[in-house]
């Protein structure tokens, strides 16, 4: 088993331009996050899902989409990369709210 | 609202010593749930431990142990006789476990280094 797996594992984009990042998951986990990390500030929770179809915003969603359109895939859109959004992305799943988190390897994503 | 601290930014210690992680919570709710992370300086995230609200019996496993304190809201981590490959940023995390919401909440991190 892969685990979770993200894609890209890193980034460059100018501000303004817009990407998305692919989260994927093979352990069939209902629940599915995003995160960014930040110097000194742990990891802040973006959007969630608690299952196929479903989103929900976490901390600090502005500026980013997402969609689970497939149980197992679960993507973070940024429309227009800001500067403030230079960050590592880590996507996470489990099978329960409560449960521990499996994450992937992180997106490094540098915004100019 | 939520809240995790870890007061101890970064940590040195010279391999074989012991060395204990604070992490002090809050949370209005009564049951809650605490986690451990570790990540390494590759980047990953590993899952160390998760513990209940009510369950304050401390736990240990191999050179680590957590011990869980509801008076003082703290779950401290200790590494006995650590090792070089101890040296990582940990993380406490704090998530409710009410039927609603999602409000997975982390520490800034500890970060710990072992010299040789």
């Known amino acids: 088993n892969a685990g979770v797996t993200q894609t890209p594992k890193f980034r460059v984009l100018k501000t303004g331009q817009s990407m998305t990042l692919l989260c994927a998951q093979d352990?069939?986990?209902?629940?599915m996050y995003w995160y960014r990390q930040d110097p000194g500030m742990g990891l802040r929770l973006i959007h969630y899902?608690?299952?196929?179809?479903?989103?929900a915003k976490g901390e600090v969603p502005d500026g980013y989409n997402v969609s689970r359109l497939k149980k197992q895939n679960f993507l973070l859109g940024l429309e227009s990369a800001a500067p403030s959004q230079t960050s590592v992305y880590f996507c996470?799943?489990?099978?329960?709210?409560?449960?521990?988190?499996?994450f992937g390897p992180g997106t490094r994503l540098t915004v100019l | 609202a939520q809240k995790v601290t870890q007061a101890q930014t970064e940590i040195s210690v010279v391999e074989k010593e012991d060395v204990t992680l604070d992490c002090v919570y809050e949370?209005?709710?009564?049951?809650?749930?605490l986690f451990w992370y570790k990540q390494p300086p590759s980047g990953e995230l590993v899952f160390l431990i998760r513990?209940?609200?009510?369950?304050?019996q401390n736990e240990i496993s191999g050179r680590y142990s957590w011990n869980f304190q509801k008076s003082t809201s703290s779950f401290n981590f200790t590494i006995t006789a650590s090792q070089v490959v101890d040296s990582a940023v940990y993380f406490c995390?704090?998530?409710?476990?009410?039927?609603?919401?999602?409000?997975?909440?982390f520490g800034p991190g500890t970060r710990l280094s072992v010299l040789p």
């Open positions: 996470a799943s489990s099978n329960g709210k409560v449960n521990e988190q499996f």
């Open positions: 352990m069939n986990h209902e629940y």
């Open positions: 899902s608690v299952g196929e179809g479903t989103t």
């Open positions: 949370t209005r709710d009564t049951t809650y749930y």
């Open positions: 513990r209940n609200s009510f369950d304050e």
């Open positions: 995390a704090l998530i409710m476990g009410d039927n609603y919401g999602q409000n997975f909440v």
